[in-house]
């Protein structure tokens, strides 16, 4: 395992810790309003916290971005955070939840470690080695008919400027596919694109700690990964479709009639 990849592990398992004691007494813990059904908890912190000591004691000279500590130093190191993706998820006792840390090495994607600490399930890249989930190595499927396709999506869920397109691209893939799906935590919907669990993938508005670690992983399981107009601005827009080579296409097909310009202007 490369050693950066390592470290990054290691904080991953922190934040899963605190994460799970966290389960027992969720009645108990102090939870913030950030934005329109957008939640931060006190867990929330402490997992960022254990992350950015752990990355910044092995690193210090490494510039960190994290959703609820924002943006911290300048390098050309840079680890994109998110300590607990499907906030709302956890604080619901719904078990679909994980921890993000994506490493960016002067703007390329190197490093990525998603860690779901319910199942105990650690999805790691390193970017021109593999992707894996736990010890197996990781391949997108092989499915080849959009029809037969298990798809996974997420809903907007605060910023509501875009729902009109958004809802024409779910109206016309819902008879297309075998199924969509949206448990509610990106970072674990794109882990799966690459384990091969969904076929494709897509989403709008997302920020990048939450697709940073998942879209190297989609990568290097051989899988595709585009903005909605097909380019590579996803980190910008936060627009993003991925999916094994054939599903990706006959998915951006059908989404690409459906951009508007709202989309086209999303900032993460």
């Known amino acids: 395992m490369h050693p950066m990849l390592n470290i990054a592990v290691k904080a991953a398992r922190r934040a899963g810790s605190i994460i799970n004691r966290a389960t027992q007494n969720l009645d108990l813990l102090t939870v913030q309003r950030k934005g329109e059904h957008d939640y931060v908890s006190e867990v929330d912190k402490m997992a960022e916290q254990a992350i950015v000591e752990t990355l910044l004691e092995a690193y210090p000279d490494h510039a960190i971005l994290a959703e609820e500590g924002g943006a911290q130093g300048e390098s050309e190191y840079v680890w994109i955070i998110d300590p607990l993706d499907g906030t709302t998820n956890f604080l619901h006792g719904f078990p679909q939840f994980a921890v993000s840390?994506?490493?960016?090495?002067?703007?390329?994607?190197?490093?990525?470690?998603?860690?779901?600490?319910?199942?105990?399930?650690?999805?790691?890249?390193?970017?021109?080695?593999?992707?894996?989930?736990n010890d197996r190595r990781l391949r997108v499927s092989k499915q080849t008919?959009?029809?037969?396709?298990?798809?996974?999506?997420?809903?907007?869920?605060?910023?509501?400027?875009?729902?009109?397109?958004?809802?024409?691209?779910?109206?016309?893939?819902?008879?297309?596919?075998?199924?969509?799906?949206?448990?509610?935590a990106a970072s674990l919907d794109l882990a799966y694109v690459a384990?091969?669990?969904?076929?494709?993938?897509?989403?709008?508005?997302?920020?990048?700690?939450d697709m940073a670690a998942g879209v190297l992983l989609i990568q290097e399981s051989g899988g595709l990964v585009a903005d909605f107009d097909g380019g590579e601005n996803y980190m910008a827009t936060g627009n993003v479709i991925g999916g094994n080579p054939k599903i990706f296409s006959q998915l951006l097909q059908v989404i690409q009639p459906h951009?508007?310009?709202?989309?086209?202007?999303?900032a993460p």
Not at 168 to 178: I, R, S, V, Y
Not at 259 to 266: A, D, H, V, Y
């Open 259 to 266: 951009m508007t310009e709202r989309l086209r202007t999303l």
């Open 195 to 209: 384990a091969g669990r969904y076929d494709g993938f897509w989403e709008a508005g997302l920020k990048q700690w």
């Open 101 to 133: 840390i994506g490493l960016q090495h002067k703007g390329v994607l190197s490093q990525a470690v998603i860690f779901d600490p319910t199942r105990n399930e650690l999805y790691t890249a390193t970017r021109g080695r593999g992707a894996y989930l």
């Open 145 to 184: 008919r959009l029809e037969d396709a298990l798809i996974g999506t997420g809903f907007p869920y605060s910023d509501f400027s875009f729902m009109e397109a958004y809802m024409k691209m779910f109206q016309e893939l819902m008879p297309k596919t075998a199924g969509l799906r949206r448990p509610g």
